[in-house]
């Protein structure tokens, strides 16, 4: 059995706030490790992705480098669960830790051997955080007593926004007075402190009843979760939704580095600060949603969230200076932050308790596929179109892709307004585009006129934002402020 969780202070009382939660020797354990290591993580990020592109001034070498961070979550997301369910948790933390550390301090040596042999390295780190994430999670209930796991929880969430705010900031700085190598070393070192924090917890294993299990139990628990997704059309509507903004989101991810520093080229110290700026964005959105996001409606926000982070992206990709590509960079996080923080609060109200887990790592794994895929299909574009119209051409889809999903399923608009009541109903605005107008025609041949038209305009813009993608740029937004502006005079009546 366990150990009783040591969550009070030494006389008794019970924890207040950071101060008292920091008193819990476990918790103040784990959440300083945690601290280090995030600190790492940041380092790491900005080493790999400067380094790699210092040498071969590759989009597509970065792309295979991004991509080789996330493989991890695909190949054992689903599994790695199911270990630490089963498993010591603490052992497996401690392990993880360890493992990490000593793949990253081999970087340095096996990116003067051969890039290929860094590309595998990342993706074993890969693997490892996908054991160490839900471990950690699983662990906090034997760090802390239920009551107090909202404000332990909400501290972590504050430390890692701290850590992704000032992180890159030094990182940057560093990387451009002493090279790459030593952050990747910091970094290796981060990883070993958290496993001694780790060591030192007075925790139990975490270990339950022994159960049988089989790969058939695991893909069975798959499948439930993806029949409920299936069957539920808000949860399908979302879970469709994923793939246009992580689309984005991971072939940003991989085309920013040989943007700022290859397109408009600035300095590794500027590139840190480039990337604090989107935790700033994080932790601003944060906030106003922390305050007023109650006055608003999840589905707008959600939506919002999505649109304004294309927009931004969009207009990254013609940015000229470091200004107009710190002030996308923030525009980003702050919508990223809308999207995510709706999307996962919408979750939770609507999946069913029993369900949580499995729908949770069905999505994992859709987000992993995304984040794996991408920046190889938008870095080979790149490598062809250039970088510019690769990043306006991702744009393009994920907006495209966002209004497909809201055409098809106007339960992601409408299930915090009775959505239920009201399935199939469409905005003026895209009921102008997607409606029979002439009553005396059949509706079926006109609505696949409607859609061909549709796709004959698509297709003509992606042409033309290949080959000139400022004009492409122009005339999107043009075309959505008419129709937005149509619609607006229509439902006042001032047009038929």
Known sequence: ??????????????????????????YALLWSGQLVSEMGNRFHWIAVSLWIFSLTRSVAAVSLAISSMFV????????????????????????????????????PILIDMNLWFVYLDLALVSVATAFFRPAIFAVMPQVVQRRDLLPANSFFTAMDTGTEVLGPVVAGFLAQSYGYAPLLYIDALTYIFSAL??????????????????????????????????????????????????LVGAGLNALQTPLAKGEIGITDAEFGTFQSIWGMGFVVASLLLGWYGGQFRKSRIILGGYYLGFVATALMGVSGGLNTLLLTAFVIGFSNTLYYVGLGTVLMEYTPA???????????????SARVISPLVFGAIAGVTGIRPSIILMAALGAIGTTGAILM????????????????????????????????????????????????????????????????LILLLTALSLGLLGSWLRRRGLLP
């Open 72 to 107: 991890g979550g695909l190949l054992v997301g689903l599994w790695a669960g199911v270990f630490v369910d089963r498993l010591n948790r603490k052992a497996i933390l401690i392990l993880s830790d360890l493992i990490r550390g000593i793949l990253v301090a081999l970087i």
């Open 409 to 472: 399923y106007p339960s992601v608009r409408q299930f915090d307004r009775e959505w239920r009541a009201v399935r199939g109903r469409t905005s003026s605005f895209l009921k102008s585009i997607t409606e029979p107008l002439d009553a005396d025609f059949e509706e079926g041949p006109q609505r696949l006129m409607n859609g061909v038209a549709i796709l004959v305009v698509v297709i003509a813009w992606l042409g033309v934002a290949i080959r000139h993608y400022e004009t492409a």
């Open 354 to 368: 029993d369900l949580v887990g499995r729908v949770v790592s069905t999505r994992q794994v859709a987000l992993a």
């Open 197 to 246: 924090c780790i060591f030192f917890m007075s925790v139990g294993s975490g270990l339950r009843e022994r159960v049988n299990f089989h790969v058939r139990t695991v893909w069975n628990g798959v499948v439930d979760g993806l029949r409920y997704i299936r069957r539920d059309e808000l949860q399908r509507a979302l879970f469709v939704l994923i793939f246009p903004a992580t």
């Open 1 to 26: 059995m366990a150990r009783e969780v040591e969550a009070e202070g030494p006389h008794g009382e019970h924890p207040t706030g950071f101060a008292g939660l920091m008193r819990n020797r476990n």
